[in-house]
Each structure stands twice: as C-alpha cells, then as structure tokens.
C-alpha cells in the first residue's frame, strides 16, 4: 500500500523559511520522479517545481525559481521542498505528486505568509 506523508508546513512571516518534507513509502521509489504543487483559495491548483527520479535534474517555475528548491533522497525515500523568501502569495495548500507507472497525490499542507 502506497503512503505519502507531507510534513513541515505552518505559519511563516513574510521573508522566511519552511521546509517541506514528502516521505513515500510502498512503492519503487528510484523509479518515481516527484513534482510540488499548490492551490490558493478560489484558484486552480498550479505545478511549481520537479525532480527526476534520480534526483539530479530540477525544474521550476518563474514564479519560485531563484526561492524555492526540491531535492530528492532516495535513501530516505523523501523529497524535501525548502522554501526562502517567502511571501504572501506563497500561502496556498502544498501537495507532492509521486510520478511512475502510477501517480499518486500527497494528502496536501498548508503554508501560510503572513504578518
């Protein structure tokens, strides 16, 4: 049975930093690429960032590039989301994507940038 557990999330001032955790368990996860994806109230949920499955390839979008970085441990069997600089228009609910043969979601965390 396939379970993802996303940890790390909360409330942040603006210009801060939070740490996102994705831990997957029941499945080949060296064989699984991973995205992050957020949803803001009253909009559609959006990709942001991704990693290959062997973690040596990222990919973000304008948006976060350049503040938000994924990296993958198949070790651990965890991708990490570390987020600088955050701003108000970061807070949303945070979800992981594992990619493979299947697709599975994160149950999804909440992020909050405010004063």
């Known amino acids: 049975q396939v379970q993802i557990v996303e940890s790390g999330g909360g409330l942040v001032h603006p210009g801060g930093s939070l740490n996102l955790s994705c831990a997957v368990s029941?499945?080949?996860?060296?064989?699984?690429?991973v995205s992050w994806h957020r949803q803001a109230p009253g909009t559609e949920r959006e990709f942001i960032a991704t990693?290959?499955?062997?973690?040596?390839?990222?990919y973000y979008t304008d948006n976060v590039k350049g503040r938000f970085t994924t990296s993958k441990d198949n070790d651990k069997n965890t991708v990490y989301l570390r987020m600088d600089s955050l701003k108000p228009e970061d807070t949303a609910v945070y979800y992981c994507?594992?990619?493979?043969?299947?697709?599975?979601w994160g149950q999804g965390i909440q992020v909050t940038v405010s004063a």
């Open positions: 994507k594992v990619v493979g043969r299947t697709t599975y």
């Open positions: 029941g499945l080949p996860f060296r064989e699984y690429a």
């Open positions: 990693v290959n499955n062997v973690g040596t390839f990222t």
